[in-house]
């Protein structure tokens, strides 16, 4: 395992701590776990709360500014956040409008999240929760009853976290929510595996003409193993995946094109030089594209599309302003 | 060779139109090979333009919008623009304001951009131009004479696209261009290589627990070989040597961790944690810490560091407003 870390047992807190230093003016740690909440608190809206196991960098403490989280709480790499932390982040964030948790499709997460609402409920927290699931690959995973959340969590954050800024009510805000989760889907692949830090060892192992197909974000296998084909002909295998899945025709779209974290710039753009032309040959219009690193996971080399189907409401809200780390807008 | 790309002879077309079809609204390419300018040209203003290689991404053409490029120009993999490609970019931003070009220096640069501005001049466009060279790492290079252009470039074009969006005259531009090269050092160092498309092996080979220190941005071997350090030890051996070429006692500062290509948010994050720790016990002060990709080199996996001395000129030209795919402020 070749990396640049100092400890297997600190990667976590020294990540934390070098996020919350490089943007201190956004994010603060509570002393209790990884936990980070925005710097100026914003009371009079409904405040959101995401987060999951570390290795998504920038997801989720990325996100946390104006226009999108309050706080995100991460657990060890690729490991729910216990129901503590949650739980701690939840307190420092609530506002008399509520708490929104947004979380992604994983039996550990949903089991988490939801143990925290209970324990904020009997503070009297009014607290509400939307589970992203946008990932087509699976049905059902090792780690997930029902489709995993990825990379299109990010729309939700954006777009929930924009309606909240405005000082909608929790129930409003849980509705955009779960308008975007409906209206997006998303699937990736691996020509490279990660390495869990405390692991040592590759999720998966790839000869150099292989490639991994329906990846989650968590170092495991996808639905198969095949042979690497070109870029183009990988963009349109999961297209027809995503596109089959959901009606995006005459639709108006926003596309993000995903990193898994060791992978060139250059072939993000070369894969959405693909999708741009494949879309258009549908007459799917794309509203705006986002290319670059939201959800990762580790060193894996591979990416993600995501695709969301907008409404005049969701446009507005995704263009809506947003000032965090990883996310201006 | 296990990339994602579709051929090796197309990669840097299909990156420059898959970024245009990303960004349109920011980015036109003209038909003159790979050369991006904004798609909505500002009059009354000193136009920049800069370049290089390809596979620097989201270098340059990232930073072409507002208050940063008006151009940027690419070559093929980590080789220099054509004098022509330049020449075509200088003509159609050119303002009777005149241009400004930010040459990273790379001997082949530093000649196609000069040979450009003697084509250009001949049409009575005014030229000036800036070298940047904040590479600590060597003095002289296989490929340059004089230390080498990395990351601080970018430092240079947020601050002088800063400026010369006030509407600032030619010279003026120029000289707070100079005052960012005169004031910002880097340095970086990789535990794996990259692979030009085209050459189909690695620029260099290291074993399991080596790295490779003091290297450049085109994939090309460091000073030295040695054994794998921790995070905070590769850290402090880049924070010395650029502590040491100039003198940042009690000033502010800008600090870029910037990721090679395909090293984890997380592992930028943990060096960022000890690059905040030792600048607060030497007294230099953070003023702001961007941690990301952008300067890159393939799916080369390192980082580096560039600091900036600012003074308050630069702040408040750094946190002036810009727009571009990879710089919001």
């Known amino acids: 395992m070749k990396k640049l870390i100092n400890a297997v ?24 776990g990884n936990v980070v909440v925005r ?9 959101l709360i995401s987060g999951g196991g570390s ?10 500014g104006t226009g999108m989280l309050d706080a995100a709480v991460a657990g060890a790499v690729f490991t729910s956040p216990t129901p503590d932390q949650i739980y701690e982040g939840i307190k420092e964030i609530a506002t008399d409008k509520g708490v929104l948790m947004v979380i992604k499709n994983y039996t550990g997460d949903v089991m988490n999240f939801e143990m925290a609402r209970e324990m904020a409920e009997m503070e009297g927290i009014k607290v509400e929760q939307v589970i992203v699931n946008d990932d087509v690959a699976v049905d059902n995973s090792l780690y997930t009853v029902g489709r995993r959340g990825v990379a ?10 924009a309606l909240a800024e405005t000082g909608a009510d929790l129930e409003e805000v849980k509705e955009v929510a779960e308008d975007v989760i409906a209206n997006v889907r998303s699937m990736g692949m691996a020509i490279r595996p990660c390495t869990v830090p405390a ?3 590759p999720g998966f192992e790839l000869k150099d003409d292989e490639m991994e197909v329906g990846i989650g974000i968590h170092g495991e296998p996808g639905t198969h193993r095949e042979t690497l084909k070109t870029a183009d002909e990988i963009t349109d295998m999961l297209l027809d995946k ?13 596309v ?10 250059m072939e993000l753009f070369i894969i959405n030089n693909r999708v741009a032309d494949v879309l258009a040959e ?34 507005e809200l995704l263009d809506a302003p947003a000032d965090t780390p990883a996310f201006k807008a």
């Open 9 to 32: 047992d600190q990667v976590e807190n020294q990540m934390i701590s070098g996020m919350v230093k490089a943007y201190p003016h956004y994010l603060t740690k509570l002393n209790c």
């Open 55 to 64: 290795g998504h960098e920038p997801a989720h403490g990325g996100y946390v």
């Open 199 to 201: 692991a040592g060892v």
């Open 242 to 254: 995503i596109l089959a899945d959901l009606d995006y025709s005459g639709a108006e779209t926003a």
């Open 39 to 47: 710097t100026e608190k914003k009371s009079g809206k409904v405040a």
């Open 256 to 265: 993000m094109i995903n990193g898994a974290g060791a992978t060139p710039l």
């Open 282 to 315: 549908k007459g799917i219009k794309v509203y705006k594209t986002f290319v670059g690193e939201y959800m990762t996971s580790l060193e894996m080399e591979g990416f993600s599309i995501s695709i969301l189907r907008l409404n005049d409401r969701l446009k």
């Open 152 to 161: 299109g969590t990010v729309f939700v954050h954006k777009i929930a976290g």
